[in-house]
DNA sequence: AATTATTATGAATAATGATTCATTTTTTGT
DNA sequence: ACAAAAAATGAATCATTATTCATAATAATT
C-alpha cells in the first residue's frame, strides 16, 4: 500500500468519526478502528489529533473549490454563476453529508483552539462570490451599492445554515437544488414585492 | 447571598471562560476559579458540565427573545421590522460578545454530544423572522412565492455568519448597524439592478 | 446559646484517552 | 536468500480533569 493510500485511509475514517461523535469526543482509537491501522499509526502520518483536523480541512475544502472553479469556468452570466455556486454548496451535502458536518463544526471551532491558525482556504472558497458580485457589478447586472464583502458573508452564511438545517433534519420538504436555487432567487430579487 | 446570585454569577463566569477556551477546553475549576467558588460548588447548581452550558443557553437566549419582541411590539410596517430583528441580532455583539461566541458555538456543537437535546429556544428565536415575513405577505409587502421558512434560515444564516466575522476581526469596516442595514437591504431588494 | 439545617469547600478519586517507543513485520536492494 | 531500511504495531505511560464526598463554615430555629 502507498503511503499517500494510508494517509487518505485514515483521513476519511476521520471524517466518519469526527461526523459522528465531534471532534472532541472522537477517540484516536475510534479513528485507528476505523481506518484498520493501529493507533500509534496515526502518529506516522499526523503529529496530533488537531492536525488531522487540520490537514483533512484544507484538503478537502481545496477539492471543493476546485470543483466550482471548474464549473463556473464556462459561466458568464453572474447570475447563473451565483446559482451554480449555490447549488454546488448544496450538493455537497448530498455527496458528502459527514465532511460537511465536519468542515462546519471546524469552522466555528477551530479558532478557538488553535489560535495561530489562519484559514486562509475558506477564505478562498468564500472569496469566489465576491469575485462573481463584483464581475456582476462591472457588467452592470448587479447593484452599484451592494458590498462584495457583505454579500459573500451573507450568501455563505445563508447556503450553510440551510445546510445544518439539512443536516439535522431527516424530512426535508424540498430537494437541495429547489433550495438552492430559492436562496439564489432572494439575494438576487428580493422579497419585496416589485410596483413598478 | 441569594441562591440565584451564585447561580448566576456561575454561569456569568462560564460565559467568559467557555468564550475565551472553547467549551471542550474550558476547565470547570477555570469556570469556579472565575466565579470564585469551590469546584464542588459549582455541582450544587448544576449536574454537570453540558448542563451549566444549556442552560447558560436557555436563558440568554430567553432574554434576548424576550428583548427582541418587546422591540417589535410597536412596529407594523414589516420592512421595518426585518430591521429591526437585523439591528437587534447584530447589536448582541456589540453588549455581550463573549455570550455571543459562545451561543454561535453551542449552536453548532449541542446537537453532536447531547442527541436528546431539542433547541426549542432557538427555534423560537428564528420563529420571530418567519413570523415577519408570513405577515408580511399577508399585507402584500412581500412576494408570495417565497418560502417562510427558506427566509428564516437565509437570514439567520446571513446575520450570523457576519457576526462570526466581526467577533473574529479586529477591525471592522463598518458599524454593526450600517452592517445590519445592508443585509436586510440585500434580501428586501436583492442585489440585481432594476430595469423598469 | 445550643441545636439543626443549609450551603460551601477542596483534596482525593477514578476514569479517560492522547502519545510514546521497544518490538515486530514488511519492503527494498543486492 | 540475506541484510538493511522503512513501516506498523499496541501495550504501557502519563497527564489531565470531571465528579464525589467527608469535613467545615454559615445560617436559621428553638
Not at 440551510?162 to 422579497?191: C, N, V
Request: a positive charge; hydrophobic letters at 40%; aromatic letters at 10%.
Amino acid at each position: 500500500m502507498r503511503v499517500s493510500d494510508k494517509h487518505q485511509k485514515i483521513t476519511q475514517a476521520a471524517v466518519k468519526v469526527f461526523a459522528r461523535k465531534g471532534f472532541f469526543n472522537a477517540r484516536i482509537s475510534d479513528i485507528a478502528k476505523e481506518a484498520k491501522v493501529a493507533d500509534g499509526t496515526i502518529y506516522l502520518y499526523f503529529n496530533n489529533k488537531y492536525d488531522i483536523l487540520i490537514s483533512l480541512f484544507e484538503d478537502e475544502i481545496g477539492k471543493i473549490i476546485m470543483k466550482v472553479k471548474l464549473l463556473l469556468e464556462n459561466e458568464t452570466d453572474p447570475l447563473k454563476m451565483l446559482e451554480i455556486y449555490a447549488i454546488h454548496h448544496m450538493s455537497l451535502l448530498q455527496e458528502q453529508k459527514e465532511l460537511v458536518e465536519v468542515l462546519q463544526m471546524e469552522l466555528r471551532q477551530s479558532n478557538k483552539f488553535i489560535k495561530e491558525y489562519r484559514n486562509t482556504k475558506f477564505i478562498e472558497y468564500i472569496d469566489i462570490i465576491s469575485e462573481i458580485i463584483h464581475k456582476g457589478q462591472q457588467s452592470g447586472h448587479f447593484r452599484q451599492e451592494v458590498m462584495p464583502g457583505v454579500v459573500k458573508r451573507a450568501f455563505f452564511g445563508a447556503l450553510d445554515e440551510m445546510s445544518r438545517l439539512w443536516a439535522l433534519s431527516a424530512k426535508p420538504k424540498y430537494t437541495l437544488e429547489e433550495t438552492a436555487k430559492q436562496i439564489t432567487d432572494i439575494f438576487q430579487h428580493g422579497i419585496v414585492v416589485r410596483n413598478s
